[in-house]
């Protein structure tokens, strides 16, 4: 209940989700039919680069700030920027949309957000940034429970975007039980769940054992890092794991990841792509 992503926002883990959020969004929206997508933890929404706790701790320079205004990238970072860019009219970087900004952005008539958000706080600034916007459903409930009420979706078609603070020591193992209880009730719906890279043989683990439990039909894993690990523990890398991924993702994925391993080093980076089985 302490974790707040203001201190973190627009750095190089929030791209690599963001990216991935909107290739599935646009792929969704491909069909004429509507969808559902819930994030289980949603944060305020909406971010303000120049308030107290991204100028104390300004990471999105290392992450959007680096991709800000450059031209010729590739088709995917150019979707993704032109997202970030319809809420910074003038063309100058001040705001910064959390996920439930980028999905709430997306949604057609009959499409529906579900944002689920625990901490008072940042649920009252969630209130205020999409309390009235067409199609969201605010929750101030844990986004885990959610996912047992609110799946399958009415719409039948979806999303469900996990992407816990890990503050607790178990949150990865929390998160692979959710998503396995959400598998079971929306099996064939897009899930992405971002990790932090911290530890690679606890997210080998959970990647083996969520293959293992014959709920999914297929997964693609991406691995971005900027840096080597550092003692003190600071995020030098993230993870995400998309089961049932869209069409077209891995082969957007395979473009884009190189581009931002280049932009956003800040020492050894690199990236790794592949399908799971």
Excluded at 139 to 155: I, N, T, V
Excluded at 173 to 192: D, P, S, V
């Amino acid at each position: 209940m302490n974790y707040r992503h203001a201190f973190h926002v627009g750095n190089h883990g929030d791209v690599l989700k963001h990216v991935a959020l909107v290739f599935c969004l646009e792929a969704l929206k491909r069909k004429p039919s509507s969808f559902a997508a819930l994030d289980t933890h949603a944060g305020r929404g909406m971010y303000d680069l120049t308030a107290a706790e991204a100028v104390r701790s300004p990471e999105w320079t290392g992450g959007i700030g680096r991709l800000w205004g450059q031209e010729g990238l590739p088709e995917p970072l150019a979707r993704y920027l032109a997202a970030v860019a319809a809420h910074n009219l003038g063309g100058d970087l001040r705001f910064y949309p959390g996920s439930p900004e980028f999905i709430a952005a997306a949604l057609r008539e009959g499409d529906e957000l579900h944002a689920c958000e625990l901490h008072p706080e940042e649920y009252a600034a969630l209130r205020r940034s999409l309390g009235r916007a067409p199609g969201v459903r605010l929750h101030e409930r844990d986004g885990y429970e959610a996912l047992a009420a609110l799946l399958p979706p009415a719409q039948r078609r979806g999303l469900v975007l996990i992407d816990p603070p890990y503050e607790a020591p178990d949150e990865l193992a929390c998160a692979l039980a959710a998503i396995k209880g959400a598998l079971t009730r929306f099996g064939h719906g897009i899930c992405l769940w971002w990790r932090p890279l911290k530890s690679a043989s606890a997210l080998a683990a959970a990647d083996a054992e969520l293959m293992s439990a014959g709920i999914v039909r297929s997964a693609l894993r991406a691995d971005l890092w900027v840096d080597a690990p550092r003692p003190e523990g600071r995020l030098t890398g993230s993870s995400i794991l998309l089961v049932n991924p869209p069409f077209g993702i891995e082969a957007a994925l395979r473009e884009a990841l190189p581009a931002l391993a280049g932009l956003l080093a800040a020492g050894a980076s690199g990236w790794s792509l592949r399908g799971l089985d």
